[in-house]
Every structure is written in C-alpha cells, then in structure tokens.
C-alpha cells in the first residue's frame, strides 16, 4: 500500500453491485417447461393416428417453442450491475449472458431515471430502439442511464440505482481530477 500526500485522492477500490429480479417471469419459464414436456410425453406416449409427419411436426414444434420460451425467461430472470474502478459490467440471467462491459472512460454521464416500464423499450430483455438506445429491462422500477462518449444511451433496471448513479458520478470525477 502506498501513503498519499495530502491532496492526492487515494484510488477508489470499492466495487458496487445491484441487481433486479423480475420474479413473475419464473412462471413463463414453466410455462416453457411444460411445453417441453408436453413435446416429449407426445414423442414417447403418442396415440397419434393420422401419421408420422403429423406427430414429429408436434413434437418438435412443442419442444422448440419450449425451449425458446424456457432459456429466453431465464436469459433475462435477473439483471447484476457491477461497477468498479474501470468499468461498468452489466450481467443478465443465471449464465450472464448477454454480457456488456463499458469503460468508465467512455462514460460521459449517469441519471437516475424513477420509472422504467418494459412497455416504453418493447418488452423484457435486451433492447434496442433508434430514438432511445439500448437498454436492459427486466423489470419495470427505477434504473439508470448512462450517457456514452459517442452520444449513445444505455438504461439498465437496478434496485437503488441512485446508489449506482452516485459511485459512477464519483468515478467520473475521479477520473477527470487524476488527468488533471
């Protein structure tokens, strides 16, 4: 560890974290299994008369739709923020993926935006809109914008995103007054 002479600002180590759930989606996720399962009882207990072609179309069809519907929910079941002296990571879903991680340097601002619906982006997930720029919404609540460099936007649904507005605003000041 190195002393710091009064008047030199220590670096910031500390690493915030915030995450939101979005817990109703765990039902669609069901919703996903059941269809699966629905695509295997008919593949292996079928009393299927009008033909092969009928019953494989159903079966896969059921197990597709299925596992869209089981990996797309649980792809976007949580959003994790992660935010430390460097950059911002943002992780979605049980695997984290997808994944974005942006440098604080290209970070020319964060706001805290109260209400963030799914309804304003197009829905849960991942999203992208011209007028609005990328965003990650796996809730409606509150969250943050991040203003870029290269006149981007990109919202992320986080509890006490306040919190997170307030750490990235003081490593944006960090930043500047080392270059200084």
Same mark, same amino acid.
């Given at each position: ?22 817990? @109703? ?16 009882? +008919? ?10 072609a =009928? ?18 929910? +649980?792809? @976007? ?16 879903g ?19 935006? =109260? ?40 919202t ?20 500047r007054?080392?270059?200084?």
């Amino acid at each position: 560890m190195r002393d710091h002479r009064s008047g030199e600002h220590a670096p910031y180590s500390e690493v915030w974290t915030g995450r939101a759930t979005a817990r @109703f989606q765990w039902l669609l996720a069901l919703i996903g299994a059941a269809c699966m399962a629905l695509g295997i009882v +008919l593949a292996v207990d079928s009393a299927w008369t009008s033909g092969v072609a =009928p019953l494989a179309m159903a079966v896969v069809g059921c197990i597709a739709a299925g596992l869209l519907v089981l990996f797309g929910t +649980l792809a @976007f079941v949580h959003v994790a923020l992660r935010v430390d002296a460097d950059h911002l990571e943002v992780r979605c879903g049980h695997i984290g993926v997808p994944r974005r991680r942006i440098p604080l340097s290209h970070v020319a601002g964060a706001d805290f935006v =109260p209400y963030v619906t799914p309804r304003h982006w197009g829905g849960w997930g991942y999203r992208w809109r011209p007028e609005k720029g990328t965003a990650v919404v796996v809730r409606r609540g509150e969250g943050l914008v991040l203003r870029l460099a290269d006149g981007h936007t990109f919202t992320v649904t986080v509890d006490d995103a306040e919190a997170a507005v307030r750490v990235i605003r003081d490593r944006l000041r960090l930043g500047r007054a080392d270059k200084v």
